[in-house]
């Protein structure tokens, strides 16, 4: 996953696990955080909300793109997904 602010790239991983479930990774696999993760009606738009620490949250929302296989959306701080960049993500094989 490559998360964007201001022309800057960060590498993370996420690890979108069965019910809900989700696992952030930083660039070295160091696990950075947890959370819950969701899709709409559509299965089309997914949002999540990942923990770091007690003060320390993000939120994200993205939409899946069939032709390019992969998701892209917007993350924010804390329960806002728009207020941080943007993100793309890629299934790992």
């Known amino acids: 996953m490559t998360f964007s602010k201001t022309g800057k790239k960060f590498y993370y991983r996420l690890d979108i696990k069965p019910n809900g479930i989700l696992e952030e990774y930083g660039p070295n696999g160091e696990k950075y955080g947890e959370g819950e993760w969701t ?55």
């Open 39 to 93: 899709l709409d009606a559509t299965g089309k738009i997914f949002t999540a909300h990942v923990v770091w620490s007690p003060e320390v949250a993000f939120s994200m929302m993205g939409a899946f793109n069939d032709a390019k296989h992969k998701m892209t959306g917007n993350w924010g701080y804390d329960n806002s997904a728009t207020d941080g960049g943007t993100w793309q993500l890629s299934k790992k094989n």
